[in-house]
């Protein structure tokens, strides 16, 4: 099974207004000189979407978002419904990132709601999961997956190609600490046996799964080139040009 690959840049709490327009310039000059045999998307801070979406006008660059929340409308202060983003011009909201789960508390019960009415709202979804370095230790990891990958559940037969997996050791996030491609393969494998438990399996070889944990210029070629392995989501890597287009490059190479 062939599939396309996707690199996406997670620009968490990072850049001004200026710098993140600067960078969506980059990145769509690096993306579109790839023709579409990578998908390149961006997720700025919620602040930042809307001069992003005028850099990446009139490109293939993907828009994201980071996160929203699981209503569409009501007395919910600070919050942002995917109902709102869709109206900004957002296609895909990431779901169930690690600093999510782990700095504010987000359940599964949650994620999943979050995950329901995105797809609702006519957004396409990033779920990222993946295990604590504890969990990795206790050899409980497959286990935190099918947990996760429950929250897979909230998808609808006619939607499942409009969801995309991340698998995000949180060992990995930030630490410049790479699983090994083969740990990533391991990972992934077990995801898209998972989510053909749930979804079936034509949705399991469609479905593009990601890696995230640390991925640069310099060990993505090697992730990349795992069969299960079918993108990254990048954080620190994802925030210059000179950092995101050798992945992007990476990935090119492998398609
Ligand atoms: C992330 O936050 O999704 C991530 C993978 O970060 P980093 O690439 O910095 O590890």
Known sequence: MIRTKYIAGNWKMHLTKRRASTLARDIVAAADSSDSAVKVAVFPTFVHLDHVRRNIRNSNVVLGAQNCYGKKEGAFTGEISPYMLRDMGVQVVMLGHSERRHIFGETDKMIFEKVKIALRAKIDVMLCVGETLEERQ???????????????????????????????????????????????????????????????????????ILYGGSMKGSNAAELLSQPDVDGGLVGGASLTGDDFSPIINAARALS
Do not use: M, N
């Not at 410049?176 to 399996?201: F, M, Y």
């Open 138 to 208: 206790a050899g409980q990891t497959f286990e935190v997956l099918v947990r996760q990958l429950k929250v897979l559940k909230a998808v609808k037969p006619t939607q499942s190609s409009r969801i995309t997996i991340a698998y995000e050791p949180v060992w990995a996030i930030g630490t410049g600490e790479t699983a090994t491609p083969q740990i990533a393969q391991e990972a992934h494998a077990e995801c898209r046996r998972l989510v053909g438990k749930v979804l079936g399996d034509d949705a399991a070889q469609h479905i593009q």
